[in-house]
């Protein structure tokens, strides 16, 4: 008896050993398992995934790794949990589309589905793409009606950075900001966000790094929250198709994605009301480049810098109402960058 006792003492520190060792082990398993998703996509068009081991690291969200499947958290263990994931490795093989299209994917958001994609996992800069996470991020930890102030270094953020020409002492909403930061991609309001939301900007740019693993954006690291050129600020286009994803269900950020412009009344450093009016730097949302017969630009974001090259995600919508994220990255020129995303856009089915 008292052998047996013993064994089964013996047992349940196993266990318990072997539970601690996954808790601690969770992002690497994590991790690990996103990047397999990639490593055997060699089986022609589509790759069928087992999301069990994500749902036994247990800090993974469905959306996280297949943002597409709006269900319940990986996190959850009550019941059993798998999905499909089409990760083609050879999406749009064969297909002649126009323009630049090496670090390009489109996805189908309601069929789970990838329709092309080329470079998904390669590293690139992704420039003022940037903030789209910090406009996640400063929403997921501030409130809107808080209280955003310009600082000096918020308010030089460069000679040639796009910025609204703030006066140190401004302040606005966090709402306000991020309708510049993503409307007019307002390189010192990414700044101001930055050390009013993380206390810090570094404090900030560290939330920004762990959201992008919250996500499941593996390949991304950032070191600022502009996007201003930086050898170890990275991402992919998968990793951006991620963020958007998670970006457009947060409902600040849904209603400005569309937004062709925008003007508001802030606080000046001397307590007198200020307005800046700005256009939207996506070609898409001011007119200036027409969609696809059937296909409605619902909004995005835009980058560029000399190592970047032109860059722009969007979420857009076929004449039925169904969403698609479509991404093209590191282009030569801005007209490249409207034909290449126009050959894609022309590729959902209407």
Do not use: W
């Not at 958290?73 to 064969?94: I, N, T």
């Not at 092309?116 to 009606?145: C, E, N, W």
């Amino acid at each position: 008896m008292s052998n047996t006792i013993k064994r089964f003492q013996n047992l349940k520190m196993t266990i318990s050993d072997l539970k601690d060792f996954r808790y601690l082990t969770r992002a690497a398993a994590a991790a690990l398992a996103v990047c397999s998703m990639f490593l055997f996509a060699g089986c022609g068009r589509t790759v069928t995934h087992d999301y069990e081991s994500m749902r036994s690291a247990g800090s993974v969200s469905a959306d996280a790794v297949n943002p597409m499947v709006t269900s319940q958290s990986l996190a959850v263990r009550e019941k059993p949990f798998a999905y499909m994931l089409c990760l083609p490795a050879d999406a749009g093989e064969g297909k002649e589309l126009s323009g630049n299209l090496e670090y390009a994917g489109l996805f189908d958001l309601k069929r789970k589905k990838v329709i092309y994609g080329s470079g998904l996992t390669q590293r690139v800069y992704p420039a003022s793409t940037t903030k789209l996470m910090t406009a996640l991020v400063a929403l997921k930890y501030g409130d809107p009606g808080q209280k955003i102030t310009i600082s000096e270094n918020a308010a030089y953020p460069g000679d040639d950075a796009q910025r609204l020409v703030l006066d140190p002492g401004d302040s606005m909403t966090l709402e306000q900001a991020v309708n510049y930061l993503l409307v007019f991609s307002a390189n010192d309001i990414a700044i101001a966000i930055a050390e009013n939301i993380g206390g810090s900007y570094d404090e900030f740019v560290d939330l920004m790094n762990k959201e992008a693993v919250a996500l499941g954006a593996t390949g991304t690291h950032f070191t600022n929250p502009h996007g201003l050129h930086n050898d170890e600020h990275y991402t992919t286009p998968y990793d951006l198709y991620l963020i958007l994803n998670a970006a457009r269900k947060n409902k600040v950020i849904r209603e400005i994605l569309p937004k062709s412009g925008y003007n508001t009344v802030f606080r000046g450093e001397d307590g007198e009301d200020k307005s800046i009016a700005v256009n939207a730097t996506d070609a898409y949302l001011t007119g200036d480049t027409d969609a696809p017969e059937g296909i409605t630009v619902i909004g995005g974001k835009t980058g560029t810098t000399e190592p970047a090259g032109h860059c722009l995600i969007i979420l857009s919508q076929n004449s039925s109402g169904e969403p698609y994220i479509s991404v093209v990255m590191k282009t030569d020129s801005i007209d490249e960058l409207y034909t290449s995303m126009n050959s894609l856009l022309s590729e959902i089915p209407n």
